[in-house]
T-cell receptor, first 111, second 115 residues
Framework: LAKTTQPISMDSYEGQEVNITCSHN???????ITWYQQFPSQGPRFIIQ???TKVTNEVASLFIPADRKSSTLSLPRVSLSDTAVYYC????????????FGKGNQVVVIP | DVKVTQSSRYLVKRTGEKVFLECVQD?????MFWYRQDPGLGLRLIYF???????EKGDIPEGYSVSREKKERFSLILESASTNQTSMYLC??????????????FGSGTRLTVV
């Protein structure tokens, strides 16, 4: 399983753009990069997934450089409700593969 | 709205009891997973199943077993509950294929306390 490294925690002010990085130096050719968000006492929730370059949806953008050894989740104009733990996962879902969650990155949005 | 439903939100059991945690998904997903989550340790995979009656050990299977008799249902069994199994248990499912539609879908979790 590809190992990921994320900062343990970070703070951001309300209304700012937040960029959360993830390192995955041993990513394999078939691996996708997926980000999840988890609020207290809830299960993680899918945010965004990508393979290369840039992916954008209604809640976030995912930037993946050409070597794919890292990725950056970008949350535009965060609000207090974006305070959560964010997980970066690397792998793919085919067959009996499964992904490994790390400890995630606690993001705290400050008023 | 697709769902993964865990049978109990909170459970309190006594040491030595046999405990069943049930999980049902309505998305026709092939894969199902059981994780436990503890402060400072993140999510750790206990068991997963990629087909009916199939199971594979995750990272921390000791003290647990699973059952998958139907595609939509995946049960986690604590054969003899111990206090170190007090935790939040999360069930998840995913479809198979080179690009899972929305990755894992998680249930809301069962907070189990063993006393």
């Amino acid at each position: 399983l590809a190992k990921t490294t994320q900062p343990i925690s970070m703070d951001s002010y309300e209304g700012q753009e937040v960029n959360i990085t993830c390192s995955h130096n041993n990513i394999a050719t078939n691996d996708y990069i997926t980000w999840y968000q988890q609020f207290p006492s809830q299960g993680p929730r899918f945010i965004i997934q990508g393979y290369k370059t840039k992916v954008t949806n209604e809640v976030a953008s995912l930037f993946i450089p050409a070597d794919r050894k890292s990725s950056t989740l970008s949350l535009p104009r965060v609000s207090l409700s974006d305070t959560a733990v964010y997980y970066c996962l690397v792998g793919w879902y085919y067959g009996n593969n499964r992904l490994a969650f790390g400890k995630g990155n606690q993001v705290v949005v400050i008023p | 709205d697709v769902k993964v439903t865990q049978s109990s939100r909170y459970l309190v059991k006594r040491t030595g009891e046999k405990v069943f945690l049930e999980c049902v998904q309505d998305m026709d997903h092939e894969n199902m997973f059981w994780y436990r989550q503890d402060p400072g340790l993140g999510l750790r995979l206990i068991y997963f199943s990629y087909d009916v009656k199939m199971k594979e050990k995750g990272d921390i299977p000791e003290g647990y077993s699973v059952s998958r008799e139907k595609k939509e249902r995946f049960s986690l069994i604590l054969e003899s509950a111990s206090t170190n199994q007090t935790s939040m248990y999360l069930c998840a499912s995913s479809s198979q294929g080179p690009f899972g539609d929305y990755g894992y879908t998680f249930g809301s979790g069962t907070r189990l306390t063993v006393v």
